[in-house]
């Protein structure tokens, strides 16, 4: 299974290179394990006079005729039109388009695939995938013929979807049942009714039925599910064997705070979290909690409450911010509440200068410091502590996992860690990317809050939300304008948002109006400075790209506008929307986009103006983006799979879950015959390598 791609037919060195750099496959275990992604069922065809705006994903039959370039350089396009009984339209590309006219026929007979999309009325597909038809050859039996993504690069080069089908043909003609190894144990296969490994692999590429192919791809996600289980099981198993420093004592410290200075009392909620965190403290183990609560809930307070618990009992804690503005406010807020306290608190971020940075390190290693509130400036090796027992993390998705492993090692046994987020995990993620932490709620917002009213406007609607942002201002309060990231390069962004920035100005001009701008191309300084202007009262609007996403607290902003707002996620969306309603007045947020909106993103709008149930939008948006884009795992490989999905095999994750918990109960460290080969599948997915099928023995 380790042998080169090269050596099957038709390929030799240099398309083997090609495959190599376009797709990463190397082997035939890299070719058997690169799966299609779509199939081709022959015998659904529809015709272009039934096509309808809402479909998506469209097969059609017909002659390609009238092929016409257009534009020139960048702009350059082709068309042509695809005839049948029934109707035609048109068929556009971008890309490849020497390629298009060199290996497409006109006047030919072609099954064309891709995603539907109409323009005035009339039906047309961008780049479609297309198979000729094969006039007077014998009918094919086969009814689901596979397509892979491939490159334009491989196109060009004759490595076409039809040729790698060719191509993984060859693969099953060299290789049988007994070079592919079962990783599940026959027990498991048994129990769960799956498919055998090879057979699931035969099946995905070249499917005898629909049947076979769900089968296939049952088991093969089942496989990769059940896998990611087992690590999050054994990581949980670990976690609650690591030794931790127990918090037996409630002292002065938290009495005096909670009797005293307390500044509104607890809700059900946050009381019961507070306990869980008091009940985990107490056994001699290492806590490992998320608190997840809606923008607003009171987690703060929470931590807070739980790193005087940890003072008490003699130990120092950080929270550690992903931002330099949410930790400086942290330390604010922290500083303000523990004022009259005999409490120490300091920052640490990566704007200290070494000058102040010298006490504060002097202070945690000698702990007359005793809260530090930092960003990833935390974790750096000269950071020592005295009595590190406590460390909160905030917004965990936004540190790596071996940033936050880095905290462990700065005391001879783990602090305790609590996480705090303010988006909501689904079910299914608090079950595979959050699934070795522990899980408390904080589901109700504290009294007086009032619901934030989210509208959604056209673009032509502006100059009316103009005026009422005016109106909102003369009535003292503040408000965001919000813009996307417009372009990929710097400049293209920084030139967009500042023509928004002088466009707002002229519907708010000096002196009368003070308008701030933060962005991502400012120095940390001038950054800070504007947003403290807003904090301060000292600007009545701030412009802005999503850097206010997380965290800033400006009780006075009533109205967030969020412009393009087709650009953004629901969980964005939902965040932004939860940087005002902070304050006792009425607050709303006005969703502005163009009339021309896909379906998706007037779906969006409308979750949005429905609901403000960051729940409901967690689980609206991962139906939606998908796990990797809303949490940003794809690259830490956390859930990259490669065929399961865990928002639409939430079954399978429920199944494997339990699976893996029986499996270890029984085996915890999978030392057993029936399980080696599973322990070896798993601990090739920990290192991140594929499994060498052709060295396990």
């Not at 992604?37 to 059609?60: A, F, G, K, M």
């Not at 979290?273 to 490992?288: A, F, P, S, W």
């Not at 629901?570 to 309603?581: D, T």
Request: proline share 5%.
């Amino acid at each position: 299974m380790q042998t080169s791609v090269e050596f099957l037919k038709g390929i030799g060195a240099f398309k083997a290179l090609l495959l190599q750099k376009e797709l990463g496959i190397f082997n035939f275990n890299d070719l058997l394990h690169y799966f299609p992604y779509r199939y081709l069922d022959t015998t659904q065809v529809q015709s272009i006079n039934s096509l309808q705006p809402d479909q998506e994903w469209v097969q059609l039959k017909g002659i390609i005729m009238n092929f016409q370039e257009h534009g020139t350089g960048f702009k350059k396009r082709l068309t042509a039109t695809l005839y049948d009984p029934g109707g035609q339209m048109e068929l556009v590309w971008f890309q490849g388009i020497s390629y298009v006219l060199k290996n497409i026929q006109p006047n030919t007979a072609y099954t064309v695939f891709g995603k539907l999309s109409f323009f005035n009325g009339f039906p047309t597909i961008t780049h479609p995938e297309l198979e000729k038809v094969q006039v007077g050859a014998q009918e094919k039996t086969d009814t689901m013929l596979p397509s892979y993504s491939v490159t334009e690069k491989l196109r060009v080069k004759g490595i076409t979807n039809r040729n790698f089908a060719k191509l993984t043909q060859a693969l099953f003609s060299k290789i049988n049942a007994a070079d592919v190894y079962e990783t599940l144990p026959q027990a498991v296969l048994q129990q769960y009714g799956l498919m055998g490994r090879f057979e699931a692999l035969q099946q995905i590429h070249f499917p005898a039925n629909a049947d076979r192919l769900s089968r296939a791809r049952h088991r093969l996600k089942w496989e990769e599910l059940f896998i990611a289980q087992l690590k999050i099981s054994q990581s949980n198993l670990r976690n609650k064997a690591q030794a931790g420093f127990s918090f037996p004592t409630i002292g002065n410290v938290f009495n005096d705070f909670y009797e005293k200075f307390l500044p509104f009392p607890l809700t059900n909620a946050q009381k019961r979290v507070i306990k869980d965190i008091r009940t985990d403290t107490l056994k001699g183990r290492q806590m490992n909690r998320l608190v997840q609560g809606d923008v607003g809930s009171g987690k703060t307070i929470v931590a807070l409450l739980s790193m005087l618990m940890a003072l008490d009992n003699g130990f120092q804690s950080c929270m550690m911010a992903p931002t330099e503005i949410l930790a400086q406010q942290h330390f604010e807020g922290i500083s303000k509440l523990l004022e009259n306290m005999p409490v120490k608190v300091v920052l640490l971020t990566g704007s200290v200068k070494a000058k102040q940075r010298k006490p504060i390190l002097q202070g945690l290693a000698d702990g007359t410091v005793h809260i530090v509130v930092g960003t990833h400036a935390l974790l750096e090796d000269n950071v020592v502590f005295k009595n590190l027992g406590l460390a909160v993390i905030d917004e965990q998705h936004r540190f790596g996992v071996g940033q936050r492993a880095k905290l462990w090692q700065k005391n001879s046994l783990p602090p305790h860690i609590l996480v705090m987020t303010a988006t909501p995990i689904p079910r299914t993620l608090a079950m595979t990317i959050y699934g070795d932490l522990e899980v408390s709620v904080i589901d109700e917002l504290p009294p007086g809050r009032k619901p934030i009213v989210t509208m959604h406007r056209f673009d032509h609607y502006r100059p009316k939300v103009m005026d009422f942002i005016r109106h909102e201002i003369e009535n003292g309060r503040q408000i965001y304008i919000v813009y996307p990231l417009i372009d990929e390069s710097e400049k293209m962004e920084y030139e967009s948002l500042m023509a928004n920035y002088e466009q707002v100005k002229t519907h708010f001009p000096d002196p009368r109006y003070n308008v701030a701008m933060v962005h991502g191309r400012q120095d940390p300084g001038e950054k800070e400075r504007n947003m403290q202007r807003f904090i301060k009262g000292e600007a009545h609007i701030l412009v802005a790209t999503t850097v206010i996403e997380v965290g800033v607290n400006v009780p006075n902003a009533s109205v967030m506008l969020i412009e393009s707002a087709e650009r953004f996620g629901l969980s964005q969306l939902h965040q932004l929307r939860g940087r005002v309603g902070r304050g006792s007045e009425k607050s709303y947020c006005i969703l502005l986009t163009s009339t021309e909106l896909s379906k998706e993103s007037r779906q969006r709008m409308s979750i949005m103006t429905q609901t403000s149930d960051g729940f409901v939008i967690a689980e609206e948006d991962l139906k939606m983006r998908g796990p990797g884009d809303m949490y940003g795992t794809r690259q830490s490989g956390a859930l990259d799979f490669k065929i399961a999905d865990i928002v639409q095999d939430a079954d399978i994750v429920v199944a494997t879950k339990e699976a893996a918990e029986q499996l270890l109960s029984h085996d915890p460290q999978l030392s057993l015959p029936d399980n080696r080969l599973l322990y070896l599948a798993l601990h090739q997915t920990q290192k991140g390598q594929p499994m060498p099928w052709s060295k396990i023995s």
